[in-house]
């Protein structure tokens, strides 16, 4: 099991799947390749096949030549995937799983906020994730380089909480966390009179106490559609952004994202079909003098 470091991602530009330098210029024996990885030139060709430590990768034709070690929880990939069929959006660990990449941790916030916040909603439960910060070189011989951002593939938990995932394996150092606080709970009275509510949208204590203890901020995204961060240092709470997936049952709801079970969306469909047949059914054919519909056809009478 890998203890996070900082980890760089060498970006070449040339082939579609990587390429042995900056526009398809040779790097004079520089070992790695395509998005960091070390090339492995005495198997393919020089350039031609990147060790990604679990799989092997032809650039050629941008796949694995290898099952994904991990495979059983991406049923929808093929195992021989590359990068999760997106080879510019998206980088592959070692072989295992894609990740996309972000300008900040507030953005990669947010992209987790606007993937997971409706399952977390119409399921009634938190996720959580951790976001991890890279280095990537801008190319070879400058050796510029600048900090990208992503999360990983996050834990479901209950209503009332969630535990982020604890693999330490994954590229980059830890910056930050996030979850999400799951569908809008009204406030209660309990069976000793006593009045109860949920943090809906805001941190709650377990929240800020977390983030100080781990050392990296926070991030909450709330059923009324809020993203919000909080820093551990400054013990500051800021909102970051109100275009998130919301719940309509939230009083305090921000923007009108409303997320709609499934089922109510093929129950409106059907009530739709439903309602045009109708319309259908009660359009009357004009007759003509005989009292025949003017689609029906003639028809000879035979003995």
């Known amino acids: 099991?890998?203890?996070?470091?900082?980890?760089?991602?060498?970006?070449?530009?040339?082939?579609?799947?990587?390429?042995?330098?900056?526009?398809?210029?040779?790097?004079?024996?520089?070992?790695?390749?395509?998005?960091?990885?070390?090339?492995?030139?005495?198997?393919?060709?020089?350039?031609?096949?990147?060790?990604?430590?679990?799989?092997?990768?032809?650039?050629?034709?941008?796949?694995?030549?290898?099952?994904?070690?991990m495979y059983k929880e991406y049923s929808y990939y093929s195992p021989y995937v590359f990068s999760g069929n997106e080879v510019i959006a998206a980088v592959e660990l070692e072989g295992l799983q894609p990740y996309r990449l972000f300008n900040s941790p507030d953005e990669a916030a947010a992209n987790f906020g606007q993937q997971y916040n409706p399952a977390s909603i119409l399921e009634g439960r938190e996720y959580g994730t951790n976001i991890y910060a890279v280095h990537s070189y801008k190319d070879d011989y400058?050796?510029?380089?600048?900090?990208?951002?992503?999360?990983?593939?996050?834990?479901?938990?209950?209503?009332?909480?969630?535990?982020v995932p604890q693999t330490w394996n994954n590229k980059g150092v830890r910056v930050a966390t996030a979850h999400t606080h799951g569908e809008y709970i009204a406030p209660w009275t309990d069976f000793m009179g006593i009045n109860r509510a949920y943090e809906n949208n805001n941190f709650s204590k377990t929240d800020k106490e977390n983030a100080e203890e781990r050392k990296v901020n926070n991030y909450v995204v709330t059923p009324n559609g809020s993203l919000r961060?909080?820093?551990?240092?400054?013990?500051?709470?800021?909102?970051?952004?109100?275009?998130?997936?919301?719940?309509?049952?939230?009083?305090?709801?921000?923007?009108?994202?409303?997320?709609?079970?499934?089922?109510?969306?093929?129950?409106?469909?059907?009530?739709?079909n439903k309602t045009e047949n109708l319309i259908d059914s009660e359009i009357q054919v004009p007759k003509n003098a005989n009292g025949q519909s003017a689609s029906s056809k003639n028809k000879t009478n035979t003995t």
């Open 1 to 69: 099991m890998l203890i996070p470091t900082l980890f760089c991602f060498n970006f070449n530009v040339g082939g579609p799947y990587g390429d042995l330098g900056v526009f398809g210029v040779e790097n004079g024996g520089y070992r790695y390749g395509f998005q960091g990885q070390e090339k492995d030139d005495e198997i393919k060709g020089e350039g031609n096949s990147v060790n990604y430590k679990y799989r092997m990768h032809d650039v050629r034709i941008g796949r694995f030549f290898a099952v994904d070690p």
């Open 229 to 272: 961060r909080y820093n551990y240092s400054s013990k500051f709470d800021a909102l970051v952004r109100t275009d998130m997936p919301s719940d309509p049952k939230d009083p305090t709801q921000l923007n009108d994202n409303d997320v709609i079970p499934l089922f109510e969306r093929i129950k409106k469909e059907e009530e739709k």
């Open 142 to 163: 400058t050796r510029a380089s600048q900090t990208h951002y992503y999360y990983e593939e996050p834990n479901k938990g209950t209503k009332d909480g969630v535990t």
